[in-house]
């Protein structure tokens, strides 16, 4: 089946640098992948869109300046976390579409910020 | 935007005892897919309903879509402790999915 590949699984990093988060179809084409974020107990919250070749569609709210997402080529997706402050912990997981009306999700990346 | 409401938040079970969550909206939904994610795991999609009224059976599962598109139902039979987990509702809006919250389920053996 589609399988997304998502690394680091976890991340702890100090407060003001950058972290980079990378996801991976492995056997499947992704032109357009998405980017959710989790807080513990709570539901999935999605960021943004990712289009390969083109700027990622970011939805309401979501700094673009700090979460870049670049999406180069048709199997990688990457998110980056610029700058990154305590409020930026969280539980980051990427998505594509399989083609038969589901998603596969990557295995997520938890960031501490410290 | 696209807002669709699940409930309840958590539902603790005793072993062998059935499980229902249940997904609502206030508009019409163009198809709603279920998810599973154990805790510490992400989320594994379960199955998509489309058509109104429709019913969907995976093993002790059920699945339902509203005659309105309105609403849709996971039905867990005789839960075990491996149901254990969060089970969230999604709507297809477009290409992409609105969440609902999410209903955990803990199972006590």
């Known amino acids: 089946g589609a399988v997304v590949s998502q690394h680091p699984s976890r991340v702890i990093c100090k407060s003001g640098t950058s972290v980079k988060i990378e996801c991976r179809s492995l056997?499947?084409?992704?032109?357009?992948m998405f980017w959710y974020r989790q807080f513990p107990k709570k539901s999935l919250m999605l960021m943004a869109t990712?289009?390969?070749?083109?700027?990622?569609?970011?939805e309401q709210g979501v700094e673009k300046d700090k979460f870049l997402i670049n999406h180069a080529s048709l199997t990688l997706s990457t998110l980056t976390v610029t700058s990154a402050h305590p409020e930026d912990s969280s539980f980051y997981i990427c998505?594509?579409?399989?083609?038969?009306?589901?998603?596969?999700f990557g295995s997520g990346t938890r960031l501490t910020v410290v | 935007g696209q807002q669709v409401m699940q409930i309840p938040q958590y539902q603790h079970v005793q072993e062998g005892e059935d499980f229902t969550t249940y997904c609502n909206s206030s508009?019409?939904?163009?198809?709603i897919q279920w998810y599973k994610q154990r805790p510490g795991g992400h989320p594994v999609f379960l199955i998509q309903?489309?058509?109104?009224?429709e019913v969907k059976k995976q093993k002790r599962l059920t699945f339902q879509f509203g005659e309105a598109k309105k609403n849709s139902s996971l039905h867990i039979t005789a839960t075990q402790t491996t149901d254990v987990g969060t089970y969230f509702c999604?709507?297809?809006?477009?290409?992409?999915?609105?969440f609902g919250a999410g209903t955990i389920l803990r199972v006590k053996s």
């Open positions: 998505s594509a579409s399989t083609g038969a009306g589901g998603y596969t």
């Open positions: 056997d499947f084409q992704a032109t357009t």
């Open positions: 990712s289009n390969e070749g083109s700027k990622a569609t970011y």
């Open positions: 508009t019409t939904l163009s198809n």
């Open positions: 309903l489309v058509k109104s009224g």
């Open positions: 999604a709507d297809r809006y477009g290409n992409k999915l609105v």
